[in-house]
């Protein structure tokens, strides 16, 4: 790298991280794509995480140091007041960088100009899990998910650093631990959402990341996201109604007709608020509605046989390429391909 700004800058905040952190730090540093800078932001460690970063001499490396923890939304704000790439690429201390994800990234956005964040798929491992989370490639798609759940994987992204500086977004506080949900859904507005269709990067998983240990902190951060996007619709859901969208969010319906039957009248409210709102592109958010309501449905029809008139009933039917009972396998994988939410 010269004196000039880099091309991309990698945004890493880092808290207690010292066993996974200098496998993280290592797979930035082999990228095949070579003009970046690594800034790390240590908030306020106390395992000796700020040691293994000093350990590389790489002039790449950038280190900040928080002298008390000031959490998460914090050490990224702070983080991108000091990025200087025209890119920024987050990137978790626990996790890995597959070889070429700057690369692919990097000729990505500079190919397609009108897109702001790129993602891409990601494979957990850790705690004997292993599989690859798949997400949606274009921004019709991903913006009819966002309605639901982020299917913008945070530590995949790559984001134009001008979205931040120019118009002074920022990860709002509020939204600890759902940070990135919330700001998908202010930043659409300033272009569009993309994800490429391969994993580049591993995603670890274990008993002291985010997930495990603020699951309930995260699920009302989340939920709050979700009545965000509702209410551009211009619905004001009540209690009873965020709590169906929820369990249609994660992908986890009642069984039985009822469940069914308000779920199948639910998302059709959706489908017409937003043919009047134009939140979404059609026939993208239709089809998102058919395919939740079409799982709904397949698991409804174990209870019951009802649910295949629920189905057949729907104006979302035409939006789905098959039958629920047609294709019972495939609808199968998606409870184990389903995609990484935020709650």
């Given amino acids: 790298m010269t004196d000039r700004y880099p091309r991309v800058s990698v945004l890493m905040p880092c808290f207690n991280a010292r066993p996974w952190l200098e496998e993280a730090v290592a797979s930035v ?19 000796g995480s700020q040691d293994v970063v000093e350990s590389f001499s ?38 890995i960088c597959l070889p070429h994800r700057l690369a692919r990234q990097v000729a990505f956005m500079d190919a397609h100009h009108e897109v702001v964040a ?46 931040f500086s120019d118009q002074g977004i920022r990860y709002d506080e509020r939204y600890r631990h759902a940070e990135d949900y919330e700001l998908w859904s202010r930043l659409h507005d300033a272009g569009a959402f993309a994800n490429l269709g391969e994993v580049l990067l591993r995603y670890r998983l274990h008993p002291q990341s985010v997930g495990a240990r603020l699951g309930r902190d995260q699920a009302e951060a989340a939920d709050r996201v979700r009545r965000s996007w509702l209410l551009r619709l211009g619905i004001e859901p009540d209690d009873r109604e965020m709590e ?24 059709e409210r959706l489908q017409d608020r937003n043919r009047e709102k134009k939140v979404c592109p059609e026939p993208e958010f239709s089809r998102e509605l058919a395919r939740r309501l079409a799982y709904v449905c397949l698991q409804s029809a174990v209870a019951t046989h009802r649910s295949r008139l629920i189905w057949r009933d729907s104006s979302l039917a035409r939006f789905c390429r098959f039958s629920p009972w047609q294709r019972l396998g495939h609808l199968v994988n998606i409870l184990k391909n389903r995609r990484g939410r935020a709650a």
């Fill in 244 to 267: 169906l969208h929820r369990k249609l969010a994660l992908w986890m319906p009642d069984y039985g007709e009822a469940f069914a039957m308000a779920a199948r009248n639910w998302l």
């Fill in 58 to 95: 790489d002039p790449r490396v950038r280190l900040i140091r928080h002298p008390k923890n000031l959490g998460i939304v914090a050490a990224l704000n702070n983080g991108l007041e000091a990025c200087k790439g025209d890119y920024v690429a987050r990137m978790d201390a626990d996790d």
């Fill in 118 to 163: 790129c993602g891409s798929w990601q494979e957990s491992f850790g705690n004997g899990s292993a599989r690859v989370w798949k997400s949606p490639q274009g921004h019709g798609e991903i913006l009819s998910t966002l309605v639901f759940e982020s299917c913008l994987y945070h530590p995949t992204m790559m984001i134009r650093r001008n979205v």
């Fill in 29 to 47: 540093l082999g990228q095949s794509f070579d003009d970046f800078e690594l800034l790390v932001v240590d908030d306020g460690s106390t395992d």
